[in-house]
Structure formats: C-alpha cells, structure tokens
C-alpha cells in the first residue's frame, strides 16, 4: 500500500476527510477488500486507545483526590482544589488530543455579536463564593503538590482488535464435496445462511473425503462463535500440511491471541516468524496486527 493512500487512511479515520475525497474514498474501501480490513482495524485502534485513555485518565485523578483526602494529619487548604480542578483539565486536554477527530462542542448560549446588546438576561448575576474556613495564615507554609505525570500502562482488549483483524477466507464458501446431500455441502450451506451452531452439529464427525476442507469449515464456525479454544485446536490440526497450512498458522494465532491475550503470549513466537517471512500469504495482516497490539 503506497504512502498516500496510508495518509488518506489516517485521514479518513480521524474524519478529516470531507466532501468529494470522502466519497471516493468511501466507494474505494467498498471495493477493495484488503483497504476495508486495514481501515477497519485502524478504526477498532483508535476506539481502543480513546476509551482507554479516558478511563485511565478519571482513575488516575480519583486515586490522587483520595490519596489527599485519606491522608492521617495532613490539614485541608483551600488551594487543593485549585491543584485537583487543574488535573482535571489537564486531563481533558490529554483526552480530546486523542479525540481529535471529534467536532468541538459547543453549550448552546452564545450569543451573536449583532445580538448581545439586545439580550437581558433576568436572572440574578451570581457571585463565586469567598472561602474563607481554613485560609492560609501568612506564617503557614504551603506543601508543593506536583502534578503527576500520567504514565499507566494501557490495557489492550485484544478479542476486540483480533475481531478487527479477523475475515473469512474468500475460498471457504466456494469448494463443494462431491456428495451435494453429504455433510459437507449441507455444512456450507449452513455456514452460508450464518447458521453455524448447524455448521458444527453437521461436522462433529468429519467426512472422509473432504476432511481438511471440512476440518477448516468448523474451525471458522468456532472461530466466529467465540469458541477460540477449538478453533485454534482445529487450525493447529490445519498446519501439519496440506493447502490449508498457511490458513492454518494465520487463523491459528487470531485464535490463540483471542483465547490466551496477555495471560500467556507464546503466540508472540508464532506472529513473529510470520512477520520474517515476506512471502507468507498473511504477512501484510501480521504487520497490521503488530502494530495494533504494541
């Protein structure tokens, strides 16, 4: 994929793409399958790593809010409020840099420069209050709080960004057994109709003559299913050889990555030696994927 079409990429999934480039990258992406894939893992990193940011950000100024609160003989001033109301925007800022795909917000009573000479408001102005319990005496030495510096590692929610990497072979639809009734063709069908709870009560008992394309048939309804545990069973059953090897080795780590996530990462062994080899069929989506999960 060319460096331009990586920034229109970026582009579109910061939604800073507009009018007639929109459209046309819009029906690009309808057509061509491997641009949708990567815009669609783009777009699950980008969920991942707003909400994420967000959340960690709240927690980490709730936590210092306590830690100030619940702290034995440590006397109140005023002024802290001051300090936790910066950390708050502060966190803001940090968030909506992330964000910033986002429209700004607006609150709705702004007025038009033409118009704030008509407009009266009726209501009472309203002071800020005085604070005046706990002021600081003129011989009172303050503490120095420092703002902490945000640096919490980001929990990655790897099933969401494996779904986002994950798409069913075109091939798998198109091969047929040579028993139109048997269970196979049957299976295809009822994988077709998205039905594959059916796909699996068809294939508890693979047939014979169609063994492996059966074996990689039930292993995508599992897959899909969110049964990652057997699917990666079936795929790794897929890599002893055969055509489905290399299907076997790329949805293999999909499911083991989703199954084992950051409790175990001996699939990082598997990703890397896909990485390594260029001509592997599924290298391009082994880079995306690295990249996702760093």
Excluded at 1 to 21: P, Y
Excluded at 162 to 168: C, S, T
Excluded at 182 to 191: D, M, T
Excluded at 213 to 236: M, P, Q, T, V
Aim: negative net charge; without cysteine; charged residues 30%.
């Amino acid at each position: 994929m060319s460096k331009e079409q990586d920034i229109l990429v970026e582009a579109f999934v910061l939604g800073k793409l507009a009018g007639e480039e929109l459209v046309q990258f819009e029906a690009k992406i309808s057509q061509d399958a491997e641009l949708r894939e990567l815009v669609t893992l783009k777009l699950a990193e980008r969920d991942v790593m707003e909400t994420m940011a967000g959340n960690l950000l709240r927690q980490q100024i709730n936590e210092e809010y306590q830690q100030l609160e619940t702290q034995p003989g440590r006397k109140r001033y005023p002024y802290l409020s001051y300090v936790l109301v910066g950390l708050l925007v502060l966190a803001s800022l940090i968030y909506y840099k992330v964000n910033s795909d986002k429209e700004p917000l607006t609150t709705g009573y702004a007025l038009d420069k033409d118009d704030k000479s008509e407009q009266v408001s009726d209501k009472p102005a309203v002071q800020s209050p005085v604070i005046v319990e706990n002021q600081a005496t003129e011989d009172e030495i303050l503490p120095n709080v420092e703002i902490p510096k945000v640096e919490l590692p980001i929990k990655i929610d790897f099933k969401k960004v494996i779904k986002a990497a994950y798409a069913i072979p075109i091939a798998l639809l198109q091969s047929r057994g040579g028993d139109e009734g048997g269970a196979y063709n049957n299976a295809v069908k009822a994988f077709e109709q998205k039905n594959f709870k059916e796909v699996l009560n068809l294939l508890n008992s693979l047939p014979a003559d169609e063994e492996q394309e059966a074996l990689s048939l039930r292993a995508h309804a599992f897959f899909i299913l969110g049964n990652y545990k057997e699917a990666l069973a079936d795929f790794k059953s897929l890599q002893v050889g055969g055509i489905y090897k290399k299907e076997g080795e790329w949805y293999g780590l999909l499911a083991a990555i989703a199954f084992n996530g950051e409790k175990d990462k001996s699939w990082q062994k598997d990703l890397d030696l896909i990485l390594k080899n260029v001509n592997h069929p599924f290298h391009k989506e082994a880079l995306q994927l690295s990249k996702a999960i760093k």
